[in-house]
Nanobody, 129 residues
Framework: QVQLVESGGGLVQAGGSLRLSCAAS????????MGWFRQAPGKARVFVAV????????HYADSVKGRFTISRDNAKDTVYLQMNSLKPEDTAVYYC??????????????????????WGTGTLVTVSA
């Protein structure tokens, strides 16, 4: 059974930083593209960032470009999201996801959340003004 477990969420002031982690229990972790979505209260889940299986390629939502950095450590079966210059509008539950076949650009397309291979249970990030 595959599990994705997020950690690192919390309360931070605007302008601050947090690093989220997602530990995966999947034998072939290095075969999967890994990414992050977020869901603010009362809103739909939206794409944040994705990284290719080998870490060579990344793709970001426009709203986080230049502030967030996604990375992965295949030796530790873990993907990270470094979030800098946080804004109150970044407040959301952040979900880790894994998918074997989607191209990176597909992650940001409408409907991509419907058929991701695996999801984590989420970690709450709250940014105070």
């Amino acid at each position: 059974q595959v599990q994705l477990v997020e950690s690192g969420g919390g309360l931070v002031q605007a302008g601050g930083s947090l690093r989220l982690s997602c530990a995966a229990s999947v034998r072939t972790f290095s075969s999967y593209a890994m990414g992050w979505f977020r869901q603010a209260p009362g809103k739909a889940r939206v794409f944040v960032a994705v990284i290719s299986w080998n870490g060579d390629n990344t793709h970001y939502a426009d709203s986080v470009k230049g502030r967030f950095t996604i990375s992965r450590d295949n030796a530790k079966d873990t993907v990270y999201l470094q979030m800098n210059s946080l804004k109150p509008e970044d407040t959301a539950v952040y979900y880790c996801a894994a998918d074997l076949l989607k191209g990176l650009q597909q992650w940001s397309q409408p409907g991509s959340t419907r058929d991701m291979d695996y999801w984590g249970t989420g970690t709450l990030v709250t940014v105070s003004a």
